[in-house]
């Protein structure tokens, strides 16, 4: 029997426009809806309708005062700082977009789907609870997480594969042991954040890991790294929500990056990622960066892909031969941060 997928969409994010030349693009959108149709025969597809966040789910998040200063945006144009704009559409795309992962979260706690993708623009990891930053308005996957701890959910665990570091999500949970962030980025890198001993505070430490990487990490390093280190704590958590904060960013094409991922390479880390997890446990891709529009078009439907559990396993996997002497000291100092709380190794 398929497993169900379930698609959470909205033609405001395609309104949400980017000025001339910048990154974050509407043609994002139009690569990463043809991957999710490209694997339409893989999975039992429903599409479900996207709404806005409300002010209560938010605010979760959030702060009030942030929230007031993001509605004297709407149908105004501008930029928030230099890299992060907005349009008169943007607003409500952005509460569209935190909606949209509030609804593909539900479609998980409820069973009525296996997997979730929910494609939006604006991304969500950068922004903080009192600012936009990097792009981002709305936190979408914290939002998301803050949802289903809401409703229940005592662990959820969040795996955030962009490239640069989800700061913002890192920020809202940091001192929070019913959330797991766990990130793999480039390092140093923007936003300056994601060192590896930043591990959390109070009853958050430790549920925090941080997974920094220096440029040209590919496929190899970064299965290493879900080997090591990623797969054992989401097995030793158990967590019975897991969302991936889906950036393609590091792909080898990407402009924005200096990483070496293949789309074989996102396939892994999502397989590997998964492997431990129990059957029942619902997983949901939430979308961030990747600006090469055939970079994450392929990446995307690399990743979904690799849910399939009748594929065949990429036996001649990774296609590095070898992991750099830097990535292998990235990894060792991933691990000892991380050791402090988790059997890893």
């Known amino acids: 029997m398929q497993k169900m997928l379930a698609l959470v969409d909205a ?15 509407p043609e994002r959108l139009h690569a990463a809806r043809a ?11 429903a599409d479900l309708a996207a709404r806005e ?42 509460r569209t977009a935190a909606g949209a992962a ?31 930053m990097g792009f981002c308005l709305l936190n979408n996957v914290a939002v998301a997480a803050a949802h289903a701890r809401a409703k229940g959910i005592e662990r959820v665990a969040i795996v955030d594969f962009d490239v640069h570091h989800g700061n913002g999500t890192q920020e809202v949970f940091y001192a929070d042991p019913h959330v797991l962030y766990v990130s793999l980025h480039q390092f140093p890198f923007y936003p300056g954040s994601g060192a590896a001993d930043e591990t959390g ?16 990490a590919g496929d190899a390093a970064y299965a290493a790294a879900t080997d090591r280190i990623v797969a054992p704590i989401i097995e030793a958590y158990r967590p019975q929500l897991l969302l991936f904060s889906a950036g393609f ?5 990407d402009p924005l990056a200096q990483m070496q991922l293949t789309e074989r390479g996102f396939a892994e880390l999502v397989r590997r990622t998964l492997k431990p997890l129990a059957p029942e446990v619902g997983v ?10 055939i970079g994450l078009g392929r990446s995307l439907e690399a990743a979904l892909e690799s849910l399939d559990e009748s594929a065949a396993d ?16 990235d990894l060792a100092r991933a691990q000892a941060a991380a050791a402090e709380l988790w059997q890893v190794g």
């Open 11 to 25: 033609p405001v994010f395609t309104e949400h426009r980017a000025p001339a030349g910048h990154p974050e693009r």
């Open 102 to 132: 509030i609804v593909a979260t539900d479609a998980l706690l409820t069973s009525a789907a296996a997997f979730s993708v929910a494609l939006v623009r604006p991304p969500g990891h950068h922004a903080r609870p009192d600012t936009a």
């Open 284 to 293: 949901g891709f939430v979308l961030e960066g990747g600006y090469d529009l």
């Open 201 to 216: 505070v109070q009853d958050g430490r430790g549920y925090t890991v941080n997974i920094p990487l220096s440029a040209g």
């Open 53 to 94: 966040a409300t002010d209560d789910e938010l605010v979760r998040v959030h702060t009030p005062r942030y929230l007031e200063e993001l509605g004297q945006a709407a149908g105004r144009s501008g930029y928030f700082d230099e890299d992060t704009f907005y349009c008169p559409a943007s607003v409500t795309a952005a």
């Open 249 to 253: 960013d590091a792909h080898e094409r």
């Open 314 to 329: 990429l036996t001649d996997f990774p296609s590095q031969p070898r992991i750099w002497s830097a990535h292998e000291r």
């Open 35 to 45: 991957a999710v149709a490209r694997v339409e025969g893989s999975f039992g597809r």
